[in-house]
């Protein structure tokens, strides 16, 4: 079993900045890529950024430039600081991780259980 718990959400005003976290734990072999999602009222879940384990990145368009992925491969925590934050912004974040478990051959995708962050103008 593998659990993702992340931390750091809330409110900030506009042109602020926030820090997500997100720690797995569990039966865990290898953590893959790792990333973050959001999901705002009434839209669909879209990717935010990711990072691979070897530290390669990806970003959304809408937050490149303000947000930065990164991970701590000792500590199996992956961090999403946010910059320059816009109200739409606003939305519930997920965290995703590809994780091999000890004694599976397979990857398994795991979700936290979101964190929300609102912006307000």
């Known amino acids: 079993q593998v659990q993702l718990v992340e931390s750091g959400g809330g409110l900030v005003q506009a042109g602020g900045s926030l820090r997500l976290s997100c720690a797995a734990s569990?039966?865990?072999?290898?953590?893959?890529?790792m990333a973050w999602y959001r999901q705002a009222p009434g839209k669909q879940r879209e990717l935010v950024a990711d990072?691979?384990?070897?530290?390669?990145?990806n970003y959304a368009e809408s937050v490149k430039g303000r947000f930065t992925i990164s991970r701590d491969n000792a500590k199996n925590t992956v961090y999403l600081q946010m910059s320059s934050l816009k109200p739409e912004d606003t939305a519930v974040y997920y965290c995703?991780?590809?994780?091999?478990?000890?004694?599976?051959?397979?990857?398994?995708?795991?979700w936290g259980q979101g964190t929300q962050i609102t912006v307000s103008s």
């Open positions: 990072i691979t384990s070897g530290g390669n990145t």
């Open positions: 569990g039966s865990i072999l290898r953590l893959n890529t």
């Open positions: 995703k991780a590809g994780v091999l478990p000890i004694g599976s051959s397979y990857e398994y995708h795991y």
